[in-house]
């Protein structure tokens, strides 16, 4: 029954990571790019969250419209003044870019809401369905993430495969130059893309500070690392990959924390990174690219 | 491209190394006498020996990123390997050879070593991947190292070394003396890295990249990162370099982080997290890839700033933020870049050989 | 709008003071940004305050307060120590937390200028060095007093600690219990761990301590990690005694915790806000009033730190411009002679290596508030 317990707390971990990896792998199979801010977006769709909610008590489903019309815009500026300018240069300088951005984000926080932790209100409450004589319990924040997960993986998947900018994102992904040739506008798909993206990262923010309640202006950055290990893990690029690899790395660091040792369990969840990858170059998920001679 | 162009190549290539090396040794003779006649204020004197072990970083970066086309986002891994073993050796030392620069030249050898080795592990898995995965193996691999020097203890006594994971189970005999404490690092470490110390390393690291860039291997370092499958194709042992890139690389990020660590009384594992590799990495980008000279002047300029933005207090690392991001689209969005190439006739070449 | 007319009242303070004559410099570093800058702040207010109380009473002794970043590094510590040395400071605070004070520690001893911390707690902070003295309880310390009140009181028998991993103040104090708890007949049945970056899911921990039976659960670490563990606890059912240090002192005050979730935690703590004499009433008002905060410990610890200065240099007689070295002696002379009777505690005293001596005040929180234990 242990084992459960620990395999479901593992799993609420992951839907966690799995969510934030989502934003994280969409941006990079479209715009192949990887964007270091997004975990701070992410706090700061949770701090719109907590303040619409916290302090002007508003319902929570509003403050999570609200969180993610705020992030979507900061996703649009963001790209616009940062990240286009860069569309031609190589993808460090662009990396290097998003971390300013990522350091701007941050630090603008702390000046705007102060260093002082916050305790983050649930938007679902703290209860659980107990299962077995309450022996096991999932509680509602989990199965709402998990839940969360699958509309997002589904309305993703669909959007990409059935739409026309679907389409575009596609044709953007696998060769930017003959997407513009066809009438593309990849400007305009890209910067579509990281809006998408950003206001996914708000409901992450909004799940995370939900699931684990506090809020501080790095809240969103360390989980952010973390998230993007899980979308390498399952095949960065690969939406369901990011779904799969988040979840496996919340089980694989809760396995590591109480059957190897809570000390080591970062080394081991890295460690199975890396002979995943060793074993799968491309993640779980992941295309293997062709190449061309 | 004519044997002309290639005779022109080599003469501008040589120039930048000369370039840099007087650069270097200009910078030193100016910093030097300013710090002994005490014009220099504290703030900058404290910060000459971290300037200096950033600058090795760079260059040691630059050779995995700039050079052989690789993205390492763990290099802090390296660093911190080489502090705790430089750092370790050193106190070792302390009885039997009282000279300090003594001491600390073989410490950073020790450190190099041990991060050499370090590298050499960590290569033969890292240099089958490509790319980001590659990265993202680097980050794992830092991300490793800090875990493991948290849980690690390392104590001397009259038996000899002792070492244990975990917790602290040495049991060191009467008079024996814990160095590495896990998670409390090393304390009370004898400051002995001094500026000249880090001014020769610096000089050393150099010469060891532009040889290493224009000798054979060098060639075919850039040969395998602008086409990898061509280079194959001759009959190039793609393994093989890059592996002498890494722990060339390592090395000198190892004697970095001991001299960098042997400048404070104190070190922990986490200082060489994520936040540190990246800020090297940044060095590197900002000093325009494979650049030696950018890189050092990025690494010097990139310290510096913070501590000149102090004035403006609670928005200091915000107008870092700003600043880091304006040079990076300033450097980087061709528009800006070309008006800018244009001033500058060594770089207008440069982008003529990029186009051919 | 608030903000920026303290800051210019702060200006004109700092200015007047300046007309007066000159001024002692006191200078310190602590994380004013970054992961841990709630400490630095905290304590940095807390100074100021106290110089702002101390200039405005026109009392012959005047301060000016300088405090610089250091984003809880050690290299940052000793970059702004340097910093605040090119300025002119004459008394140092050390730095806020313990490994960046390391380092500059051993800058105030090869400089000579003297430094009291306020509240960088390792051992290794004072080790060796006569001019470096602590206003916080030295980690070691809150480990075996904790251990001792734990037996003491009787509370339980068998105890689960939970510590951070990469953090010196935690595993300073989970040492000297984890030492000293078998020897007072507490039996540690659970003893587990996390870090930086993977500090937000506790069940693992909790589940151990929870199976292996253990009736307290002792938690040497601040209060943010704090607040996550009691809140997970209490949505798996598990409802032990929870002891905490003075790291926990502030749990009450974050924005939107519920205070149900820390009904019963004791704590070791030398600080309470909560206390009803003259000192502490008129702190905690001043700092509400100007930040819209309750004050923690940190801010506590800043503010006596301010006023055992006041008090020393007072009673050396020395004026603003001796310079650093002659100040360094006389408070070494003083502050191992004087008693301080601060808002974090009565009758402070120094021993020699710079440690402090004050009682540690257990509290135990009901209704949301502190209540003495003893």
Redesign the interface.
């Known amino acids: 029954m242990i084992f459960l317990n620990y395999f479901i707390s593992g799993i609420s971990l992951g839907s966690i990571y799995a969510i934030i990896a989502l934003g994280y792998t969409m941006v990079y199979g479209i715009a192949k790019m990887l964007n270091f801010a997004h975990g701070d977006v992410i706090m700061v769709g949770a701090y719109v969250c907590f303040y619409a909610v916290a302090r002007y008590e508003l319902n929570p489903f509003i403050g999570l419209v609200l969180a993610m019309i705020v992030c979507t815009f900061l996703g649009i500026i963001i790209e616009r003044f940062a990240y286009k300018p860069l569309r031609q240069a190589p993808s460090l300088a662009v990396l290097i870019t998003a971390i300013g951005v990522s350091y701007l984000l941050q630090n603008t926080a702390l000046l705007l809401w102060s260093s002082n932790p916050k305790v983050f209100p649930s938007i679902i409450g703290r209860g659980a369905f107990k299962l077995f004589d309450g022996e096991l319990s999932i509680s509602h924040i989990t199965a709402l993430t998990i839940i969360a997960c699958l509309v997002i993986m589904a309305v993703l998947t669909l959007f990409i495969n059935k739409t026309r900018l679907g389409k575009a994102m596609r044709a953007c992904s696998e060769d930017k130059g003959a997407a513009q040739l066809m009438g593309i506008n990849v400007n305009a798909t890209i910067s579509l893309t990281f809006a998408i993206g950003s206001g996914l990262a708000a409901i992450a923010g909004a799940l995370l500070c939900s699931a684990y309640p506090t809020l501080m202006p790095t809240t969103g950055a360390l989980p952010g690392i973390k998230a993007f290990t899980a979308a390498v893990f399952g095949g960065i690029g690969s939406i369901p990959g990011a779904f799969l690899g988040g979840l496996m790395l919340g089980v694989i660091e809760i396995f590591a924390k109480a059957y190897i040792s809570s000390q080591l369990s970062d080394a081991v969840v890295f460690a199975m990174l890396i002979v995943v990858l060793l074993v799968k170059p491309a993640g779980l998920l992941g295309r293997q690219t062709q190449e061309k001679v | 491209m004519t044997m002309r162009r290639l005779i022109n190549l080599k003469r501008v290539e040589a120039r930048r190394i000369y370039l840099t090396y007087f650069i270097v040794i200009l910078a030193y003779v100016i910093c030097q006498t300013m710090s002994s006649t005490k014009i220099l204020?504290?703030?900058m004197?404290?910060?000459l020996v971290?300037i200096c072990a950033y600058m090795v970083m760079s260059i040691s970066l630059n050779l995995v990123?700039g050079i052989s086309g690789e993205?390492s986002l763990g290099h802090a891994g390296f660093m911190s390997v080489g502090a705790f073993s430089g750092v370790a050796a050193a106190i070792l030392m302390q009885g039997f050879i009282p000279f300090a620069p003594v001491r600390l030249a073989l410490a950073m050898i020790i450190a190099a070593i041990f991060a050499a080795a370090a590298g050499f592990l960590i290569g033969i898995?890292v240099l089958?991947?490509?790319g980001?995965?590659l990265a993202?193996?680097t980050?794992?691999?830092g991300?490793?190292i800090?875990?493991?020097l948290?849980?690690f203890y390392l104590g001397v006594d009259s038996g000899g070394l002792q070492f244990s994971m975990?917790s602290d189970t040495t049991r060191l005999l009467a008079g024996g003396k814990l160095i590495i404490r896990?998670?409390?690092?090393i304390?009370?470490i004898q400051?002995i890295a001094t500026f000249p110390a880090g001014f020769i390393l610096v000089m050393i690291s150099l010469m060891i990249v532009f040889n290493l860039v224009n000798s054979r291997s060098g060639r075919a370092f850039m040969a395998i990162r602008d086409d990898r499958?061509a280079a194959e194709s001759i009959g190039l042992d793609i393994t093989k370099y890059k592996m002498t890139a890494f722990v060339m690389s390592a090395a000198m990020a190892g004697a970095a982080g001991a001299l960098?660590a042997m400048n404070?009384?104190?070190?922990?594992?986490?200082?060489f997290d994520?936040n540190t590799s990246?800020l090297i990495?940044?060095f590197v980008?900002?000093g325009g890839?494979g650049n030696m000279l950018g890189g050092i002047i990025a690494a010097a300029a990139l310290t510096i700033l913070?501590?000149k933005l102090?004035q403006f207090?609670?928005?200091?690392?915000?107008l870092?933020?700003?600043i880091?991001?304006i040079t990076?689209?300033g450097?980087?969005?061709?528009e800006i870049r070309n008006f800018f190439a244009g001033l500058n006739p060594f770089r207008r070449k440069e982008h003529e050989e990029e186009a051919a | 709008m608030t903000k920026r007319i303290i800051t210019c009242t702060l200006l004109v303070l700092a200015m007047a003071s300046c007309a007066f004559g000159a001024a002692f410099k006191i200078g310190g570093t602590g994380p004013l940004t970054g992961g841990a800058a709630i400490y630095g702040m905290a304590a940095m207010r807390g100074a100021q305050i106290a110089v702002d109380e101390i200039n405005a009473m026109n009392a012959g002794i005047t301060f000016e307060l300088r405090y610089e970043d250091d984003t809880h590094d050690a290299e940052k510590a000793v970059n702004a120590y340097n910093a605040l040395k090119d300025w002119g400071m004459q008394v140092s605070l050390g730095s806020v937390t313990s490994k960046p004070c390391e380092a500059t520690a051993a800058e105030n001893f090869a400089d000579r200028i003297f430094a009291l911390t306020p509240s960088a707690s390792s051992a290794a902070v004072t080790e060796g060095k006569d001019n470096v003295f602590q206003m916080c309880f030295v980690d070691p310390n809150q480990g075996s007093a904790s251990a001792q009140y734990i037996a003491d009181k009787k509370l339980a028998k068998k105890v689960a600690v939970i510590w951070k991993n990469d953090d010196v103040y935690s595993k300073g104090i989970r040492d000297t219990f984890v030492e000293k708890a078998p020897g007072l007949g507490l039996e540690v049945v659970s003893e587990t761990t996390f870090a930086d970056g993977n500090d937000n899911d506790f069940s693992v921990q909790l589940t151990d301590a929870k199976e292996k039976g253990a009736e307290l659960v002792f938690l040497p670490m601040y209060y943010q990690p704090a607040s996550l563990i009691l809140a997970q606890a209490q949505q798996m059912g598990y409802a032990p005694k929870w002891f905490g240090v003075d790291g926990m002192d502030g749990i009450l005050t974050m924005e939107g915790f519920d205070k149900s979730l820390a009904e019963g935690v004791i704590l070791l703590t030398p600080f309470n806000a909560d206390a009803k004499d003259e000192k502490t009433v008129k702190f905690v008002a001043e700092y509400q009033k100007r930040f819209n905060e309750i004050p923690n410990q940190f801010a506590a610890d800043g503010y006596d730190c301010v006023y055992a200065y006041c008090q020393a240099l007072t009673q050396a007689k020395a004026t603003p411009d001796m310079d650093a070295e002659a100040i360094c002696a006389k408070m070494i002379e003083q502050f191992t002679t004087m008693t301080l009777n601060g808002v974090t505690g009565e009758n402070v005293k120094w021993a020699k290596n710079g440690e402090v001596t004050k009682d540690p005040k257990g509290m135990v929180i009901k209704n949301g508030a502190y209540v003495g234990l003893d």
């Open positions: 204020s504290s703030t004197r404290g910060m971290p990123v993205l898995p089958r991947l490509k980001d995965y993202i193996v980050l794992a691999f991300e490793i800090k875990s493991i948290n849980n975990l896990g998670p409390m690092g304390s009370g400051k499958i960098f404070y009384s104190t070190i922990v594992a986490n200082k994520f990246i990495l940044v980008v900002l890839q913070p501590e102090r207090s609670d928005y200091r690392m915000l870092y933020a700003i880091l991001i990076m689209l450097t980087n969005n061709q």
